[in-house]
């Protein structure tokens, strides 16, 4: 997410102003949690603890570049995020913590962007977001705090295709995740500053 995610940020409210984006309206920040390519999953029955700093950090990654899929899948065509039996719903849903507000928020906002007949595709990047996770900090074993900065370029159409914005440049998010029956999911993410990611241009 985002870290396009616009790191999803998808529930989060609020613009950072600091991402160096260019849109011709605010409601693209509800997409910032978008996504790189990657749906790898994982095989480990238990994964680590939160204490295992080096361990648990790829699997955190994973897991954030499993919900930019995840976000990315649902964001194609918005419309399916009011089918909550939807396949895009459900895999986005598996990696949260059951009823997640967060999640919840976001998928209502996407429902409306696709009953508005909004269509969210990658920019010129290649993918609508690219994010890495930063500075863990476990909280016990079973709980970890985390940063993501995500580098994001995506435009926004209608059914036929017609660009109506786009969206590109930097967006940061603080992560909260837990390990529920040995598995990380995510609880809340949080939109944060980007003063800490590494400054990679503004093209979208």
Same mark, same amino acid.
């Given at each position: 997410?985002?870290?396009?995610l616009?790191?999803?940020?998808?529930?989060?409210?609020?613009?950072?102003?600091?991402?160096?984006?260019?849109?011709?309206?605010?409601?693209?920040?509800?997409?910032?949690?978008?996504?790189?390519?990657?749906d790898?999953?994982?095989?480990s029955?238990?994964?680590?603890?939160a204490?295992? %700093?080096?361990?648990?950090?790829?699997?955190l990654?994973?897991l954030?570049?499993?919900?930019?899929?995840?976000?990315?899948? %649902?964001?194609?065509d918005?419309?399916?995020?009011?089918?909550?039996?939807?396949?895009?719903?459900q895999?986005?849903?598996?990696?949260?913590?059951?009823?997640?507000?967060?999640?919840?928020?976001?998928?209502?906002?996407?429902?409306?962007?696709?009953?508005?007949?909004?269509?969210?595709?990658?920019?010129?990047?290649?993918?609508l977001?690219?994010?890495?996770?930063?500075d863990?900090?476990?909280?016990?074993?079973?709980?970890?705090?985390?940063?993501?900065?995500?580098?994001?370029?995506?435009?926004?159409?209608d059914?036929?295709?017609?660009?109506?914005?786009?969206?590109?440049?930097?967006?940061?998010?603080?992560v909260?995740?837990?390990?529920?029956?040995?598995?990380?999911? %995510?609880?809340?993410?949080t939109?944060?500053?980007?003063?800490?990611c590494?400054?990679?241009?503004?093209d979208?």
């Amino acid at each position: 997410m985002l870290l396009a995610l616009v790191l999803a940020l998808g529930a989060c409210s609020g613009d950072d102003e600091g991402a160096g984006t260019t849109t011709t309206s605010t409601s693209a920040l509800r997409s910032t949690t978008s996504t790189t390519d990657s749906d790898t999953t994982t095989t480990s029955a238990t994964e680590p603890p939160a204490t295992s %700093i080096d361990a648990v950090a790829p699997v955190l990654g994973d897991l954030m570049r499993r919900y930019d899929a995840a976000v990315a899948a %649902i964001l194609a065509d918005p419309r399916v995020a009011s089918d909550p039996d939807s396949d895009e719903v459900q895999a986005y849903l598996t990696l949260f913590t059951e009823k997640s507000a967060f999640a919840e928020g976001a998928l209502a906002n996407w429902a409306r962007e696709g009953a508005a007949g909004r269509f969210y595709r990658p920019g010129p990047r290649g993918a609508l977001t690219s994010s890495s996770v930063t500075d863990v900090t476990p909280v016990g074993d079973d709980e970890a705090a985390f940063d993501i900065c995500a580098e994001n370029s995506m435009e926004i159409t209608d059914a036929a295709g017609n660009v109506l914005e786009s969206f590109g440049g930097q967006t940061a998010a603080s992560v909260v995740a837990v390990r529920v029956d040995g598995m990380w999911r %995510i609880r809340d993410l949080t939109e944060a500053s980007t003063s800490d990611c590494a400054q990679r241009g503004t093209d979208q």
